[in-house]
T-cell receptor, first 115, second 112 residues
Framework: NAGVTQTPKFRVLKTGQSMTLLCAQDMNHEYMYWYRQDPGMGLRLIHYSVGEGTTAKGEVPDGYNVSRLKKQNFLLGLESAAPSQTSVYFC??????????????FGEGSRLTVL | GNSVTQMEGPVTLSEEAFLTINCTYTATGYPSLFWYVQYPGEGLQLLLKATKADDKGSNKGFEATYRKETTSFHLEKGSVQVSDSAVYFCALSDGGSEKLVFGKGMKLTVNP
């Protein structure tokens, strides 16, 4: 089973460049999320989506945009990369059943370095 | 808002040692509580969960009990193995949302 797949896995950007991270899930999950993981900070929610065509801001949304045009895909965009966006990015999905079951399925992460 | 505070480590133990990782939370309402584990080079995966007070979650020899009176969800394992070396995250979700709030994570290294 593929589960949650993120591309690319590694990327180096220069300040001011743009890029898009792609997340794809094959579990027919309603909810999808983008987190960033930084040393000493744990995981922080950037944006999330509760269904196709919807997006919402998380804890640290500034400098990022997202789109959910298809249920299985969730794209994270950086329009003008900054060194502060150097991080490991994780995509996750969940079934979105009621009651906050909270079982998220994570991709393997995308390591982004902004010089 | 909701938050999770956990031991940050890093912690190094010898194989077969006893493990406790403390986790306390602040939340309104009745959150569900989780422990996630991240093995080297991988994404996070659910280790165990508890959805109401006094529930005990368990998996792979790990267990944690939802203590509402002390707002805690400490993770324990009686005898750790080298294969338990990983980063452990405590997390919570509120009753009506699938969004999780994570603690900062604790890196555990188990030596043979």
């Amino acid at each position: 089973n593929a589960g949650v797949t993120q591309t690319p896995k590694f990327r180096v950007l220069k300040t001011g460049q743009s890029m898009t991270l792609l997340c794809a899930q094959d579990m027919n999950h309603e909810y999808m999320y983008w987190y960033r993981q930084d040393p000493g900070m744990g995981l922080r929610l950037i944006h999330y989506s509760v269904g196709e065509g919807t997006t919402a801001k998380g804890e640290v949304p500034d400098g990022y945009n997202v789109s959910r045009l298809k249920k299985q895909n969730f794209l994270l965009g950086l329009e003008s990369a900054a060194p502060s966006q150097t991080s490991v990015y994780f995509c996750a999905s969940s079934a979105g059943t009621s009651g906050g079951r909270g079982e998220l399925f994570f991709g393997e992460g995308s390591r982004l370095t902004v010089l | 808002g909701n938050s999770v505070t956990q031991m940050e480590g890093p912690v190094t133990l010898s194989e077969e040692a006893f493990l406790t990782i403390n986790c306390t939370y602040t939340a309104t309402g009745y959150p569900s509580l989780f422990w996630y584990v991240q093995y080297p080079g991988e994404g996070l995966q659910l280790l165990l969960k508890a959805t109401k007070a006094d529930d005990k979650g368990s998996n792979k020899g790990f267990e944690a009990t939802y203590r509402k009176e002390t707002t805690s969800f400490h993770l324990e394992k009686g005898s750790v193995q080298v294969s338990d070396s990983a980063v452990y995250f405590c997390a919570l979700s509120d009753g009506g949302s699938e969004k999780l709030v994570f603690g900062k994570g604790m890196k555990l290294t188990v030596n043979p």
